[in-house]
């Protein structure tokens, strides 16, 4: 009676190996999903690791662009240093060529360069003393100071009152 109640065994056993089959599906499906979660999830690791990368890249080739920049503005300024040093050496050449003076030795006159040391003099503002500098001097030699004393005396002389019979009369062809 049982076997009738249950079946045959083929029955059975084929019942049982659709279950463990459909168990099998299932775990391997739950499993693929598991799976498929986790390559979502690694694909926008590698996407957030991108994105920073890509930043990264970009202040890179930024900071590459700065350094260029600076390079060349150090090249430029370095440059500029060399032929102003250049510049001053000549300057101070020339300069000592015009120093040198006709010196007697044994009766004999013999042209030598004055030494490094024999600079003019200068005061704190880089002018030699007992010599103004031309803004404070005009074409006839004469102090600045002297110019502008006298012209705010001639400012603040009283001025005479002219009254119509005072008038001195305008020519003819001034009157207008």
């Not at 690694?42 to 994105?51: D, T």
């Not at 990368?53 to 240093?81: C, F, H, P, W, Y």
Request: include cysteine; glycine fraction near 4%.
């Amino acid at each position: 009676m049982d076997s009738i109640a249950a079946g045959s065994d083929a029955d059975q056993a084929v019942a049982r190996q659709q279950q463990m089959f459909e168990q099998r599906l299932v775990a391997l499906s739950n499993d693929r999903d598991r799976r498929a979660e986790e390559a979502v999830r690694a694909q926008e690791r590698f996407n957030v690791a991108l994105a920073e990368m890509s930043r990264m890249q970009t202040r890179l080739l930024a900071s590459e662009d700065s350094r260029k920049e600076l390079e060349t503005g150090i090249d430029v300024i370095q440059n500029t240093l060399r032929r102003t040093i250049k510049e001053r050496d000549e300057a101070r050449t020339a300069l000592e060529r015009t120093h040198r003076r006709p010196r007697l030795e044994q009766g004999a006159a013999t042209e030598r360069a004055a030494p490094a040391t024999r600079w003019p003099r200068m005061d704190y503002h880089g002018r030699r003393p007992g010599i103004r500098p031309p803004s404070e001097r005009d074409e006839n030699g004469q102090d600045g100071r002297q110019r502008r004393a006298k012209t705010a005396a001639i400012a603040n002389a009283p001025r005479p009152r002219w009254n119509c019979a005072m008038t001195p009369s305008l020519p003819s062809w001034k009157r207008r």
